[in-house]
């Protein structure tokens, strides 16, 4: 295995410096940090842990911490985001430490995982509105990175997608194909990503002059979407187009709408936000889904970069990427159905 020495010896540089650029030492330049990784990887160097939070004061660890619900189940979205953030981490050198969270207090399981002084930082998922482990590590001056936002203005590393116009694109859409019932089947909103899709909704179809009360929230499940649109379509004026916060909800409202007698999307059109997961593929659904796609497996690698980045002196302001979801529109949406005229009396 290539030792410090050997690197240095290669490229004509101190034990120190090639110490110092392998830890992402700022004084050191990046084209010599860059120089010093390649030769590492083409050495087959591997640092040694001990001796590197021995220089660095850190550990080459960072944590997660996923919320159990109380059916002891994990959002299937967690998964996909576990693979490629451990694939993405170790390429930087670092593990992911995971742990899971059980408390009422969100703030408890990261107090108890700092008090074992073993991580240098977190990956935080699934932020509520002006998240509490959102402060509870910016008073103590730990490092981490947020998939998605908790709050308008963020000053703290954040890479997400705007929910804001994930709601106003589905919204124009619908409306510009004639629908003046639109529904919303959302997530929780405890949740950041609801709470700012129901804004942008309701702000979106008072821009249409259209009727925002067609709204349903609830848990991201297949029998939350069908009991939902169950409910919406019994209405005495039920809606012709259904928004849904996931792929997975709208496989529930597709089969009550066909249980229902109606078709899609001669009777309703339907359309949901899709992260791209290969349980539930929106291509694959009959008609296919249209969609406000943002995959979540594309989060990975630039959280587990930014986080690592972070740690080595960049500064947070420079760290914050707010993406917008593509617009994929397929057969699962068409015109408005146009209302039936009565022959008056015969």
Do not use: W
Not at 24 to 35: A, S
Not at 189 to 211: I, K, Q, T, W
Not at 318 to 324: D, G
Request: charged share 25%.
């Amino acid at each position: 295995m290539a030792t410090l020495k050997k690197i240095g010896e290669e490229l004509g540089l101190s034990v120190a410096t090639v110490s110092r650029a392998l830890n992402g030492f700022p004084e050191v330049k990046e084209t010599t940090r860059n120089r010093v990784r390649e030769a590492a990887d083409r050495l087959g160097y591997r640092p040694n842990r001990v001796a590197q939070r021995l220089v660095t004061g850190r550990s080459g660890m960072v944590g997660m911490i996923v919320k159990i619900k109380p059916d002891m189940s994990a959002d299937q979205t967690f998964f996909e985001m576990l693979t490629g953030l451990t694939a993405a981490l170790s390429e930087r050198e670092t593990d992911l430490v995971l742990a899971v969270d059980q408390a009422e207090d969100p703030v408890l399981p990261y107090q108890r995982m700092l008090e074992r002084d073993v991580l240098d930082g977190f990956i935080l998922n699934a932020p509520v509105p002006d998240d509490p482990r959102v402060s509870f590590l910016q008073e103590r001056g730990i490092p981490f990175v947020l998939h998605g936002q908790d709050r308008a203005c963020p000053n703290y590393p954040t890479f997400g997608i705007d929910n804001f116009s994930v709601s106003t694109d589905s919204v124009r859409l619908l409306a510009q194909l004639g629908h003046r019932r639109i529904a919303l089947i959302n997530g929780e909103v405890s949740a950041a990503f609801a709470h700012d899709r129901l804004a942008a909704f309701e702000a979106a179809m008072e821009d249409f002059g259209l009727n925002k009360d067609l709204i349903r929230t609830g848990a991201s499940l297949e029998s939350h979407g069908y009991s939902q649109a169950l409910d919406l379509l019994s209405a005495a004026t039920p809606p012709t187009a259904i928004i849904c916060a996931s792929t997975v909800i709208a496989a529930g409202a597709m089969r009550a709408i066909r249980d229902r007698g109606l078709s899609v999307p001669g009777d309703v059109s339907v359309m949901a936000h899709d992260d791209a997961l290969p349980q539930t593929r929106a291509i694959n659904f009959e008609p296919a889904l249209t969609v406000t796609r943002a995959p979540m497996r594309d989060a990975c690698a630039p959280l587990a970069h930014m986080l690592v980045d972070h740690l080595n002196g960049t500064p947070a302001h420079e760290l914050q990427v707010t993406l917008k979801a593509d617009l994929i529109i397929r057969g699962s949406t068409g015109p408005a159905p146009k209302p039936e005229i009565s022959d008056g009396p015969r």
